[in-house]
């Protein structure tokens, strides 16, 4: 058998005993309370009670049935233009009777220039042509006068319609555009170049007061409107209506605001601004009734 080893002797000491340190923590009973603490001031209601009683809601009052008769009655009754201003007033805001974007002069104007337009596009008026007769005896007539036949046409019937439109620089009176219901006209700045300075001559005098109305030759009248930065002229054939001055104000402020940058930096804006100018051409009266 092996003879036992005896164990060989260790040369790590015994830990020392940690002696325990005390720990001062502030407000901390040293003891057990001696007795129990003082009751609370607490008002709890018995079981099922309530100290104040629930809101009851209002209900509201149900309207009586109507009669068939007093039924039809109340479906009589008319509303005025202010009970309808009155309806949308929460919608449009303001504290007019008339709602403030309905009741200004460019607002009509937007209207009249977006119903002209679509009534250009899909319908070429709400009466014929004169019939051959008629005609017949304004060309003589015209031939005996020595004036033109629109001259005459206009001066029977009545009518008026934007011919020619310019737009001119306010400082130096430089054309800017122009459209023309004349095809070669309106494609050709050469051929009108000599009507725009002829125009342009007249809108100023020696004391630089502007003419907002003048002849400008060939039965026809010059309406002059005044911008920021540009004036408009427009010959108009015929007696033009009271609501041309607010059409042509409203096509000049469109084009001012959407090229006033432009304006301030001299660009050329003849084709920019040539398609605004057309919508003008589309200022005139009805056409012409077969009955005159």
């Not at 001066?155 to 122009?178: A, C, N, P, Q």
């Not at 006209?185 to 342009?200: D, E, G, L, T």
């Not at 009805?286 to 005159?292: N, T």
Request: charged share 25%.
């Amino acid at each position: 058998m092996t003879p036992q080893l005896a164990p060989l002797p260790s040369t790590k000491t015994p830990p020392e005993p940690v002696m325990p340190r005390g720990v001062n923590v502030p407000h901390f009973p040293d003891g057990m309370p001696d007795g129990p603490p003082p009751p609370h001031d607490l008002e709890v209601a018995p079981f099922g009670e309530l100290h104040e009683e629930p809101e009851i809601p209002v209900k509201k009052p149900i309207p009586p049935l109507l009669s068939e008769e007093e039924e039809s009655e109340s479906f009589k009754e008319d509303y005025t233009d202010a009970d309808l201003a009155e309806a949308l007033q929460p919608l449009l805001g303001g504290g007019n009777l008339v709602p403030a974007p309905f009741a200004s002069e460019e607002f009509e104007a937007t209207l009249r220039c977006a119903f002209r337009r679509a009534l250009a596009e899909h319908s070429s008026g709400p009466f014929d042509q004169p019939d051959f007769v008629q005609r017949c005896l304004w060309r003589f007539d015209a031939l005996l006068s020595s004036r033109s036949y629109e001259e005459i046409l206009y001066k029977k019937t009545r009518r008026f319609r934007m011919e020619e439109i310019y737009l001119f620089d306010s400082d130096r009176l430089s054309l800017v555009s122009f459209a023309s219901i004349d095809p070669s006209r309106h494609a050709s700045a050469r051929k009108v170049n000599p009507a725009a300075q002829r125009i342009a001559a007249k809108i100023r005098d020696h004391a630089g007061a502007v003419s907002l109305d003048f002849a400008a030759g060939d039965g026809r009248r010059a309406i002059i409107r005044i911008g920021r930065w540009s004036i408009m002229a427009a010959l108009v054939r015929g007696e033009p209506d009271a609501l041309v001055r607010n059409d042509l104000d409203y096509a000049l402020r469109r084009i001012e605001t959407r090229f006033g940058h432009d304006f301030e930096a001299d660009l050329p804006l003849l084709l920019e601004i040539q398609p605004l100018l057309e919508e003008c051409l589309l200022i005139h009266s009805p056409v012409i009734p077969a009955s005159i």
